[in-house]
T-cell receptor
Framework: AQTVTQSQPEMSVQEAETVTLSCTYD???????LFWYKQPPSRQMILVIR????KQQNATENRFSVNFQKAAKSFSLKISDSQLGDTAMYFC????????????WGAGTKLIIKP | DSGVTQTPKHLITATGQRVTLRCSPR?????VYWYQQSLDQGLQFLIQ???????AKGNILERFSAQQFPDLHSELNLSSLELGDSALYFC???????????FGQGTRLTVV
């Protein structure tokens, strides 16, 4: 079965610190897409970053970057210089041909940025 | 603004009633997805349409149905509503299967 595991239900850091959210997944596929979505208190789902499994280079989007370890099936999200507006639920997800390209979601990590 | 528009934003209705949620995808996106998110839960995939045809079905109840129209907007119909149907319903669109999804702001449904 294809699964996504986010082992940290909740994290909190001080503003301006760097924080890393962990995500592991399980699939027998070789080609797939990985995502991090953010859901702030407004409840809107916002795409943070996307990684294609065939690309070795880690994706980066401003203060957000990933550490993609394909062999370990790990896809962690690093947020640098964290800001109060980063407070949100963060969901890791992936899709594969085997999942009919439907997103398989993790349970989420609640991130709180403290002033 | 993701470009995906959902209406209404909030809906309060009684048990046993029927409601229709509407979604307009981003311009040019052919795929529309519907998700349900109960309080403090993850997203549950309901159904996907691609260019007017049903592409994939998830954990969608028989009381729920959806369709995508020729202009690509989609509607999710929920009938015989129960208290447990109270949730945030998201619509998302993507240009093609396998691409990232852009989500609308959701419709918050409260069944009383």
């Amino acid at each position: 079965a294809q699964t996504v595991t986010q082992s940290q239900p909740e994290m909190s850091v001080q503003e301006a610190e760097t924080v890393t959210l962990s995500c592991t997944y399980d699939t027998s596929e070789n080609n797939y897409y990985l995502f991090w979505y953010k859901q702030p208190p407004s409840r809107q789902m916002i795409l943070v970053i996307r990684q294609e499994a065939y690309k070795q280079q880690n994706a980066t989007e401003n203060r957000f970057s990933v550490n993609f370890q394909k062999a370990a099936k790990s896809f962690s999200l690093k947020i640098s210089d964290s800001q109060l507006g980063d407070t949100a639920m963060y969901f890791c997800a992936f899709m594969t041909w085997d999942s009919n390209y439907q997103l398989i979601w993790g349970a989420g990590t609640k991130l709180i940025i403290k002033p | 603004d993701s470009g995906v528009t959902q209406t209404p934003k909030h809906l309060i209705t009684a048990t046993g009633q029927r409601v229709t949620l509407r979604c307009s995808p981003r311009s040019g996106d052919l795929s529309v997805y519907w998700y349900q998110q109960s309080l403090d839960q993850g997203l549950q995939f309901l159904i996907q349409y691609y260019n007017g045809e049903e592409r994939a079905k998830g954990n969608i109840l028989e009381r729920f149905s959806a369709q995508q129209f020729p202009d690509l907007h989609s509607e999710l119909n929920l009938s015989s509503l129960e208290l447990g149907d109270s949730a945030l319903y998201f619509c998302a669109s993507s240009p093609r299967t396998g691409m990232y999804l852009f989500f609308g702001q959701g419709t918050r449904l409260t069944v009383v």
